[in-house]
């Protein structure tokens, strides 16, 4: 199976002399020198001194899984190397994205004399200015686009500013839990190169691969060259269970075997999420860096009740703003606002209403004060993010930022109209050019009898899949539909039979109302169609069967 492999490797832009690294990604074989980042040597010896000085170390966190797994990686870390940092995580509707002036004021009296900022601060001014005046040493460990003026801090380290070089502006890809690993591997090289390790044992970064691998698919981050290698190899770290909170977690979402990328993404990610979005925001950081079993099953189960709570309330918010939606199926960029929803589940929204519509969309909760709270979500060349900020730069926001695929803004009472013009005269070349360009690459054309888990198997080998690095879509066909119903929340499920007699099942997710879930289920005994779509085991089931997730079909 391995030219099968190097097939799907060759096919995702991997060159031919460098596929023996693809086949099986390792940590070593993708990891850059800490030193090629900007700001990365100058944070790492600060680090190193207050560690050895004993100072107090305060992480401040966004409050999605990106932000609970980056303030986790660096707290275990931490904690290995004798000191126990404060950890603050601001409440999402109080205090809003990103750190306060207030806040780092506030950690500043508690006797921190350092902060970390992870998942955030490369556009907090104000804030860090804040910091800087109170006598508060800030390192910046971000990922968002930054601007040409940096925050005044101590250190900015992100691949993502302007000034980078070209080695580390490569890593621009990374999730924040990605650059707080490397911040982590450059630390403990300074803390090596001082003599610390000469007569203790040096803490094993590699053991907390399991958390970057659930902060890197959770966050959407491409996963090309390190991610993949982060994903591959934490994925490993974590079926062997050394995080006790993540072994709760996994228990409280029935996953009996060890979790897949997939997991990550849809079973775990959303929990530490609910947390943050609905709850209390730091039950994520809580539980990943818990010490007690049974504070963490505590800590699993709340978030599992939060995250059927968050459920709820989403479905309310994304019914209203699919109908809005539905009358700008036009426009560039679909950017929908309304009063009282609830700030915490736009952004799975904008998900949402991008994927039933294929454009960029923009979600915007409206406060009482007229003050909107917007989160967005992109498509495939089309850089939101940037758009975003060159929004606030002209005065439209009041705050903004993010990266290509996804952003959050700030937006001024009355402000709706005026920036839904401006994003829209801004994207749409791009959103033109990027549906223009859009395809369903196959990887195969296969006959109905030759979808069969023995095949899944061999298709799974040239993953993880996910962002950047699609899953593998084959074409089984010509076959008749035996069956199609509509289950769940909207599928279509059914059989397919081919000319020779073989079946096979297929599901069609969320399809129900959409053009491709009607014509299946309007599909006639005579039809003889082709399917396109991924092929899995069918869990469900067993695991002993395949099945395909239908993307697309046609006539044949």
């Known amino acids: 199976m391995e030219q099968l492999v190097d097939e799907l490797l060759l096919a995702r832009g991997v060159a031919l002399d460098d596929l023996a690294r693809h086949r099986d990604p390792r940590i070593r074989d993708f990891l850059p020198d800490p030193s090629a980042f900007q700001d990365m040597d100058k944070g790492a010896r600060r680090l190193a001194d207050a560690i050895q000085a004993g100072e107090s170390i305060a992480i401040f966190g966004d409050y999605d899984v990106d932000g609970a797994t980056s303030a986790a990686l660096l707290t275990l870390l931490f904690r290995r190397l004798g000191t126990d940092p404060i950890v603050y995580i601001p409440d999402r509707l109080m205090e809003g994205y990103g750190p306060s002036g207030a806040a780092l004021v506030k950690l500043k009296a508690r006797g921190a004399s350092l902060a970390v900022t992870v998942d955030c601060g490369a556009q907090a001014y104000e804030a860090l200015e804040a910091a800087k005046a109170a006598g508060l040493d800030v390192i910046v460990v971000d990922h968002h686009q930054c601007a040409t003026l940096l925050p005044v801090a101590f250190a900015v380290i992100n691949p993502n500013r302007l000034d980078e070089a070209e080695l580390g502006a490569s890593h621009g890809h990374l999730a924040a839990v990605g650059v707080a690993f490397l911040v982590g591997v450059a630390v403990l090289r300074e803390l090596r190169a001082r003599g610390v390790f000469a007569d203790r044992p040096e803490p094993k970064i590699l053991d907390l691969l399991d958390l970057v691998a659930l902060g890197t698919v959770a966050d959407v981050a491409k ?299 309007a599909s006639g005994a005579d039809s003889r169609w082709w399917l396109a779509g991924s092929i899995r085991r069918d869990e469900y089931n067993g695991g002993n069967a395949a099945e395909m997730h239908v993307d697309d079909a046609a006539l044949a």
Not at 247 to 255: C, W
Not at 316 to 334: F, K, L, R, T, Y
Not at 460 to 482: E, I, Q, S
């Open 223 to 521: 996963l090309r060259g390190l991610n993949r290698a982060f994903v591959t190899q934490g994925l490993k770290v974590m079926g062997a269970r050394r995080n006790i909170g993540l072994v709760a977690l996994a228990e409280a979402a029935r996953l009996v075997k060890p979790p897949s990328c997939r997991d990550l993404g849809f079973a775990l990610g959303p929990r530490i999420n609910a947390g943050g979005r609905v709850g209390k925001s730091d039950l994520g950081v809580r539980l990943l860096t818990c010490t007690d079993a049974e504070e963490a099953r505590q800590i699993a189960a709340e978030l599992g009740r939060l995250n059927e709570e968050r459920r709820a309330i989403e479905m309310q918010v994304c019914e209203q703003a699919e109908a809005q939606a539905a009358e700008q199926s036009g426009a560039p960029v679909i950017t929908v606002m309304g009063a009282g929803w609830h700030p915490g589940v736009i952004g799975i929204v904008a998900g949402r209403i991008k994927e039933k519509f294929g454009r960029p969309a923009i979600v915007i909760a409206q406060g009482e004060d007229g003050t909107g709270k917007g989160s967005g979500r992109s498509i495939s060349g089309v850089d939101l993010g940037a758009a975003v900020l060159a929004a606030k730069d002209c005065g439209l926001l009041v705050a903004g930022g993010g990266h290509a695929m996804a952003a959050g803004l700030t937006m001024p009472p009355s402000g709706l109209e005026p920036f839904r013009e401006f994003i829209n005269d801004r994207l749409a070349s791009d959103v033109e050019a990027s549906l223009g360009a859009r395809a369903l690459l196959l990887d195969a054309l296969l006959a109905p009898g030759g979808i069969v888990a023995p095949l899944c198997d061999a298709l799974d080998d040239g993953g993880p899949y996910g962002a950047g690095w699609p899953a593998p879509r084959v074409a089984a066909g010509p076959c008749r539909l035996l069956k199609a119903t509509i289950v769940g929340e909207g599928h279509v499920r059914g059989i397919a039979c081919g000319d020779d007699g073989r079946s096979f099942k297929w599901i069609a997710f969320r399809s129900a109302s959409t053009a491709l879930g009607q014509a299946l289920l």
